[in-house]
């Protein structure tokens, strides 16, 4: 299992849960990149079971989620201001 999991869809407006199915991870770095590869935020891990990232302030497109030691591959999501809904 991959010690962290987006909850939901990887489409996202407002906030971004992570879900962390390891207790080996508190104190470690999550290290979030836009589509360039431009580092734009580091979040220290803490003791708790979901991580909440605010993506309001995020241009729409495509980002990833990197932990510092990259003992995952990087998780993918996509912000975006669409409201999906059907008829």
Do not use: H
Not at 60 to 78: H, V
């Amino acid at each position: 299992k991959m010690p962290l999991t987006i909850i939901g869809s990887n489409v996202v407006n407002g906030i971004l849960r992570l879900q962390n199915n390891s207790t080996n991870l508190t104190g470690k770095k999550l290290n979030l990149f836009n589509g360039l590869g431009q580092k734009l935020k580091t979040i220290t891990i803490e003791n708790s079971l979901y991580i909440d990232i605010e993506t309001n302030n995020l241009a729409y497109g495509i980002y990833y989620c990197i932990l510092g030691d990259q003992s995952q591959r990087p998780l993918k999501f996509i912000v975006s201001r669409w409201k999906w809904s059907l008829p």
